[in-house]
C-alpha cells in the first residue's frame, strides 16, 4: 500500500521557523494536508494543498509540494508555544476517498 | 453543529470483554471512518463506510465490526477485547467536493485492555 514518512520529533525556540518534512509514495496523490493535533484532543485541518501547487501560503503557514520528489514541508512562521502540537501529514489518491497518514511529527516549542 | 461526536472518552476492559464505541457526525456526511492511533504510527485505517448501510475493511480491520443503518451513527464493536487493541480511536466523518476530500475527527476514545 501506500506510505507516508515524518521524522518523529523537532524542538524549536520560540519566535524561530519549524519546518515539518513528510515524504510520500503516491503518485497519484490528489490533495495533501497537514493536520494538527493538540494533547488529548483530535486532528483538526491545518493546511492542504491540491498536487499541481508548488507552494501555499496561509497566514504564518507555507506549504512547499515536490511532486517529483514527492516531498512536502510545513513551514511555520514565528513560531509559538501554542504550535507545540503533534502534526501529521496525509494524502488522498486519486481513487476513493481515503487519507494516508503520515506517523506524526511532535513539535515542542521552547520559551 | 456539534460536529463529530465520540463516547466514551475513555474506558477500561478486560481481556475477552465486548464492548461498543460510539460515534456520531451531525454535518450530513456520507463518509465515516475508524482509526486507532498507537505511539508513532500515526493514524491506521480500522473501517470505514461511503454511506448509509455500506461498510467496508480498512488497513488493520481484525476484531473489529462496524455497522451504518443512518447517515449519523457509526458505532465500533470490540467482540472480544485483547490487549494489542489498547489504543486510542478516533472516529472521522468526511466530504468530498469535486475532488477535495476534508475530514472532521472527534475527540478520541483512549481505550485500555488488561
Known amino acids: 500500500g501506500e506510505d507516508v514518512e515524518q521524522s518523529l520529533f523537532l524542538s524549536v525556540r520560540e519566535g524561530d521557523s519549524s519546518v515539518i518534512n513528510c515524504t510520500y509514495t503516491?503518485?497519484?496523490?490528489?490533495?495533501l494536508y497537514w493536520y494538527k493535533q493538540e494533547p488529548g484532543a483530535g486532528l483538526q485541518l491545518l493546511t492542504y494543498?491540491?498536487?499541481?501547487?508548488d507552494m501555499k501560503q496561509d497566514q504564518r503557514l507555507t506549504v512547499l509540494l515536490n511532486k517529483k520528489d514527492k516531498h512536502l514541508s510545513l513551514r511555520i512562521a514565528d513560531t509559538q508555544t501554542g504550535d507545540s502540537a503533534i502534526y501529521f501529514c496525509?494524502?488522498?489518491?486519486?481513487?476513493?476517498?481515503?487519507?494516508?497518514f503520515g506517523g506524526g511529527t511532535r513539535v515542542l516549542v521552547k520559551p | 453543529n456539534a460536529g463529530v461526536t465520540q463516547t466514551p472518552k475513555f474506558q477500561v476492559l478486560k481481556t475477552g470483554q465486548s464492548m461498543t464505541l460510539q460515534c456520531a457526525q451531525d454535518?450530513?456526511?456520507?463518509?465515516m471512518s475508524w482509526y486507532r492511533q498507537d505511539p508513532g504510527m500515526g493514524l491506521r485505517l480500522i473501517h470505514y463506510?461511503?454511506?448509509?448501510?455500506?461498510?467496508d475493511q480498512g488497513e488493520v480491520p481484525n476484531g473489529y465490526n462496524v455497522s451504518r443503518s443512518t447517515t449519523e451513527d457509526f458505532p465500533l464493536r470490540l467482540l472480544s477485547a485483547a490487549p494489542s487493541q489498547t489504543s486510542v480511536y478516533f472516529c472521522?466523518?468526511?466530504?468530498?467536493?469535486?475532488?477535495?476530500?476534508?475530514?472532521?475527527f472527534g475527540p478520541g476514545t483512549r481505550l485500555t485492555v488488561t
Open positions: 472521522a466523518s468526511s466530504y468530498s467536493d469535486r475532488g477535495f476530500y476534508e475530514q472532521y
Open positions: 503516491d503518485s497519484s496523490s490528489t490533495y
Open positions: 494543498i491540491f498536487s499541481n501547487m
Open positions: 496525509a494524502e488522498k489518491g486519486a481513487a476513493g476517498n481515503k487519507l494516508t
Open positions: 454535518m450530513n456526511h456520507e463518509y
Open positions: 463506510s461511503v454511506g448509509a448501510g455500506i461498510t
